[in-house]
């Protein structure tokens, strides 16, 4: 998977999460202000292990992080 595919299903899944947000605004009072969203899409097994990749990053950069918010 190319670097511009994965940023391009990002900028998709991130547009659904958006429209979710919309119906369920209740849902943006869960998220930290700070917060870094990566999204985790079961539908697409190989997006999802290259987001994977950021969440360990981020755990090795020693950066706070939740899970299934």
Same mark, same amino acid.
């Given at each position: 998977m190319?670097?511009?595919n994965i940023v391009e299903k990002n900028c998709d899944l991130l547009n659904d999460f958006m429209r979710c947000a919309i119906?369920? !605004?209740?849902?943006l009072d869960t998220i930290p202000r700070?917060?870094?969203? =990566?999204l985790? !899409?079961?539908n697409d097994p190989e997006l999802h292990k290259e987001?994977?990749? =950021?969440?360990?990053r981020l755990r090795k950069e020693g950066r706070k992080h939740e899970e299934n918010i």
């Open positions: 190319t670097e511009k119906d369920r !605004p209740e849902i700070d917060a870094q969203l =990566i985790l !899409p079961t987001n994977l990749k =950021i969440v360990e």
